[in-house]
């Protein structure tokens, strides 16, 4: 039967790694007493004296990953405001003239295969739909 596998507060690693830093005890002593692997005792050190520069750095580094994930999100949305804009820009519509400034109509053999229509939320189905005139009416 294998052992599950246990989570360890980021606590209870610090309190491991600065016992080993120590040197009050040996790994082996260390790893009975708190229940873990020897291995792992020598990982959290080796981590706990490479990170310990980051501690003194300016904002401990979190605000490098703050500024990283504000700049992926903000590539994203401006990503994302290029396509809607070169959407509008382009004035796809059913009906000539029915886009604000646009004049006419984009065919879709100039879109096809590209991911406009998915990316606005219109169905293939309907980007692709040429209307058809009805029988009885001569003047549209």
């Not at 999100?73 to 003239?97: A, S």
């Not at 040429?130 to 003047?139: C, D, G, I, L, N």
Request: proline share 4%.
């Amino acid at each position: 039967m294998e052992e599950q596998r246990r989570k360890h507060s980021a606590a209870f690693k610090a309190k491991v790694a600065l016992a080993a830093v120590r040197g009050d005890a040996t790994v082996a002593e260390l790893a009975s007493r708190f229940g873990v692997h020897p291995a792992q005792i020598h990982t959290w050190k080796r981590a706990l004296q490479e990170g310990a520069a980051a501690v003194f750095a300016e904002g401990g580094g979190k605000r490098e990953k703050q500024a990283d994930a504000l700049v992926d999100r903000l590539y994203r949305q401006i990503g994302q405001l290029k396509v809607e804009r070169d959407f509008y820009r382009t004035g796809w519509c059913h009906e000539p003239g029915a886009a604000a400034g646009a004049g006419g109509t984009v065919s879709p053999a100039a879109l096809r295969g590209a991911a406009v229509p998915i990316a606005i939320g219109i169905s293939r189905s309907s980007f692709y739909y040429q209307r058809k005139p009805h029988p009885w009416v001569t003047w549209i």
